[in-house]
DNA sequence: AATATTAATATTGTATACAATTCAGTTAAG
DNA sequence: CTTAACTGAATTGTATACAATATTAATATT
């Protein structure tokens, strides 16, 4: 999870506020919640059980996070972004993970290395078995790991947040179900992490990551999110 | 001001939050109050005349700028560094604002490049002034400006992000009241910015943030914080 | 006198009531 | 028939009351 602000998180108990954080983060990464779904307070609010109060904290959260998109007096809904946007947030995700590789590569512990090949492996079972929500999650939390590792709080922060960030303009933009990211490509990033020099490993990020850039799909416009407010207006 | 997650402001009337925000912010980045005050929300809420409700909103959201620490159930204060964390801080800057100034060298408009030169003039003579606080605004106003002209949203915010805390940093460490950046290097600065490449932006640009970093002084521990709560203590 | 326990105070956490605003649907005028 | 103004429902914005927690002060015990 994102290591949301300067709010120190009780480890045992989670607040009423991170619970219902950390499940909304959740679907919204994993794609249940596409871009553009509206999340009143109301409904939040029955759902989990708690107050409009609680929900509000989450939702400011999720909106300093990126994850969601707050307007005044109008409401929160999962983040769009402009296809003209959507060059700079994969240029920050590049600065922000290359220097982050670069710190981590040819430092890696022996658990670590395991924990990442690991999470290939996991990442790789969920998409063949078709659990794409699963894979996705996984694959997030690779590009996660490494920022967590780099021994770097507030780039690991910055990370994070363009990691998630560019999800979601996957989640909108990229019609192959893959989640962008090819297994093949995290393979040889955790091999480059072992042995390669940090410049290398740099060089393989950037190119990770302007692969995924370059998968996306721009329709003439963003669809999903029209269809979600016109289906919600027919509803009535 | 940073740019505070994806809450949309409106451009003329600001809300109550935001000027409690906006407010709170200046005083704490001009080091009027020092790191470790504490900020209780009642006191706020009674000096700006509004309920708890918006004091809370706007130190939830100083708290994700990193300007503020809040614990559960304890409350709020100006953030304060240790020593040990201070390097990743300026690690996380110079990579940020390094990207930043290499995207912005070469591309300056003539208007840009007046604007530049007229704050190095600003903030040279609040300091020759004795204007401390003032010229401390105006230098860090410097960088914010650099961050804003590179036409990278995120980055951007990451890299004013980055700047307020090691600012608060230099409040808490650096005894000599200059606040750690020399208005010559601002020059040199504006200089290569319109002439150099990106490169030679970006390596001036980590030299300067280094020098600032290499002028701290770290007493045994953090004399000012301690001291205040002493204070707090004697005073009843 | 020092320490542990308890009571009092202050502060934050949560829920809820009411005000302000937005948005859709309806009605009336051109 | 089109457009404008209006009404009503839904949603967010703000204030406040009360509960939970932490801190301080006072008391009792060793």
Redesign the interface.
């Known amino acids: 999870m994102l290591q ?7 480890k045992g108990s989670k ?1 009423q506020e991170g619970i219902v954080y950390e499940r909304l983060f959740d679907v919204i990464i994993e794609q249940k919640l596409q871009p553009g779904a509206r999340l009143t307070e109301i409904s939040l609010a029955d759902i989990f059980s708690v107050s409009r109060t609680v929900i509000r ?1 989450a939702l ?2 999720l ?4 994850a ?5 007096n109008i409401g929160a809904i999962v ?1 769009t972004t402009e296809p003209a ?1 959507v060059p ?2 994969f ?2 995700r590049r ?2 993970e290359g ?1 982050l590789i670069r710190m981590v590569a040819g430092k890696l512990t022996t658990f670590q290395e395991e924990t990442l090949n690991a999470m290939v492996r996991e990442e790789n079972r969920y998409f063949l078995s078709g659990n794409r929500a699963r894979g996705l999650r996984k694959s997030i939390d690779f590009h996660f790991y490494i920022a967590d590792i780099a ?5 690991a922060e ?1 990370g994070k ?2 990691i998630a ?1 560019t999800s979601l303009i996957v989640a909108q933009y990229n019609l192959s179900g893959s989640g962008g990211c090819a297994c093949v490509d995290h393979s040889a990033l955790v091999d480059v992490m072992v042995h390669g020099p940090g410049d290398k490993a740099e060089r393989m990020m950037h190119e990770h990551l302007q692969h995924i850039e370059d998968n996306l799909y721009f329709g003439k416009q963003p669809i999903e999110t029209d269809l979600y407010r016109i289906l919600e207006v027919g509803r009535s």
Chains 1, 2 share one sequence.
């Open positions: 949301g602000g300067n709010v120190e998180k009780s607040s904290r400011l959260r909106s300093y996070e990126g969601v998109d707050i307007k005044p983040t946007d700079q947030y240029e920050a600065i922000a220097a021994n770097n709080k507030p780039l910055m947040k363009m960030r």
